[in-house]
């Protein structure tokens, strides 16, 4: 298991509610979202450490901390972050008010104990950050979608003092402290690291912004999904107004049809014969009429199974929430672990990789070593020689200084090939420099070698004259 920390300003008006469970404060998220995500049969399982240096609640700790900020500074304590003006470049920059109180809540295992958080306290007192308390949940999940099974939320809620006392001042450290904090938690619970955001290109969200992240992303495929189910809705609709217009049309021809009937059948004992014998005018209306009955009653069976699936279509709309919460579980569920999978992939990457470096180090070193060595078995001259070769190529120096001068040529003039005596200077000399100094060297080297009689001369008249190398 992994596990990670990031310390934002905490709620001090709901931090201590949350971390006892206070009987009103899950009511009231039982209110708000609708269900709770508390399990009481689990609550048994849940621990608490408090610093016995803060047995005041949290209001009143901040409100402590506000006058010792206005006693130390003279300042009153900005707690809400400052929107600030780039005069030259017009940019709008938010800086964060001062978080005396910060609250961290990483991920545990379902055995950690407090006592496990000891090297973490420690390792925070020692850069001057108080530990104010340790609550470890393990009641808080939600129920697998595939299984109904409980899908527990071990995490831990770390609230501490980041205020310096003395200066009245929040306590300031760099990245590279922030990812040494990892390490150490990793290390007090037995967990694995997590991976840091410059590898994942991740951006850590507190539980907050998640919920309200994956919330936007429910909202969007709720009103995708509404928008289709209205557009059927508005559809169906049409096609009943369409039905409707047709059986008002039918009716209206019926009653013509009817007054034509009533105004041809000339007596009723007329129309009477006519429609025993089945002949006549009334007979062929009468079948007509009856032909329009029909269809009228097709086009209200039409209309009733329009009612019918609009009725549906509203049901649908009305269990799009459950069926887009349902879904987004699952989703979530596939993502972290293929997020997972990801994580292991990386994690034997980078151990190969780590392996591959040391062992080339450890050559690297090695060869270094033997070379010194060797440098040490060669003979005076072209060991001095070696030694002011590379003492000029890390220098400032342009060109050769006289003892760098004379020490070369010294070892140069007692070999038979001068360019053959300067390579093997050069090759002795390589492996202690950069492409850089070596690339100097090399360059004065050969502009003496390519006037190595002249240069002779004057080493000869300096030394002639008495002048000391």
Known sequence: MKTGIKFKPCNVGTAEAHNRRDRAYCEAVARKFGHTYFWDEYRHLNQSWRNPSYDKPLPELLEDMKVLVKQKTGRAMQCKPVETTDRKTGKKKTRSGCSAIREGCPPI??????????????????????????????????ADPDTDDLRQNHHAHIIVDWLNHETGKTVKIDNNVCKEMQTVLAESLGMERGTPKEDTGIEGLSAIEYKEKMATAHVRQLKQEQQELENRKSKLLKEQATKETEIAELEVRRIEKQKALDAESGSALKSGLANIFGKGKYAEIQRENTRLQSEIETANT?????????????????????????????????????????????????????????????????????????????????????????????????EFSMR????????????????????????????????????????????????FPSVMEEVNRTQSRGFRR
């Open 404 to 451: 760098h001068r004379d020490t070369i040529v010294e070892y140069l003039a007692d070999s038979p090939d001068v360019r053959n005596a300067a390579h093997t200077l050069k090759v002795f000399a390589r492996p202690f420099l950069d492409n850089r100094q070596f690339d100097k060297g090399s360059k004065e080297l050969d502009r003496l070698t390519s006037n």
């Open 302 to 398: 039409e209309r009733d199974n329009a009612l019918v699936r609009v009725e549906e279509m509203e049901e649908q709309v009305a269990q799009i929430p459950r069926l887009a919460e349902e879904r987004a579980l699952i989703l979530a569920s596939s993502l972290q672990s293929r997020y997972d999978t990801l994580s292991k992939e990386y994690r034997s990457l980078e151990s190969a990789t780590t392996t591959r470096i040391e062992r080339l180090e450890r050559e690297k070193s090695d060869l270094l070593a033997r070379l010194k060595a060797m440098l040490d078995m060669l003979h005076e001259k072209l060991k001095e020689a070696v030694k002011a070769f590379m003492e000029f190529s890390k220098s400032v120096l342009r």
């Open 109 to 142: 295992k379902p055995d950690t104990r407090i006592e496990d958080f000891e090297p973490f306290v420690r390792w925070l007192n020692g850069y001057g950050i108080s530990v104010i308390s340790i609550d470890l949940h393990h009641d808080e999940g939600h």
